[in-house]
């Protein structure tokens, strides 16, 4: 899936704290937001889904990152925790993915993202045929709803770059292959 889905998740990761501490919803939608994107820096990094993404580390962190922002909510605390919870939450959707191939629609990695913990490699799902695919765009308009209408106007900005950058990544993305063929 591409970045902004998984940026869109966090959104939705983030709508409880609209119920629970309002005043917290912007920093907490904005930390979901980075947390989505962040395991995907791996792809400047180090080996793409395997670097920074943890399925089963983040949740280490991430939970007790909850329960301190229960205890001390503050601005800080519920976006350092949902950045955590978002990017747990990525690490594993990755699975129902493609591969890491550059052509991932033609399906010949066996490899979606990896497990630390067990020291492999779980096999892509196709739930999403390829990060771009216009399903992929299509979930991350759906999912991005709460980041248009719920968490106010710098969201709201930062929601609509999502799409618009979704938007230009699905129409470009079967040519990056051959563009990066081409340059590199």
Known sequence: MMGTTHAAVGLVLALPVLVL????????????????????????VGYHRKTLHFPHYYWVVAVPALLLAAVVPRPLTAAAALFLVAAAVHSGTD????????????RTSPEAVFVHTRGEWLRPRYWVRYDGAPEDLALTAVLSAPGLFAFGRLVRRVTVAMLLVALAYTLVRKRLPALEEKFI
């Open 21 to 44: 501490a309002p005043e917290l919803a912007p920093a907490a939608a904005l930390g979901a937001v980075a947390g989505g994107i962040f395991p995907d820096f791996d792809l400047l």
């Open 95 to 106: 699975w129902f993915g493609a591969g890491v191939e550059p052509r991932p629609w033609e």
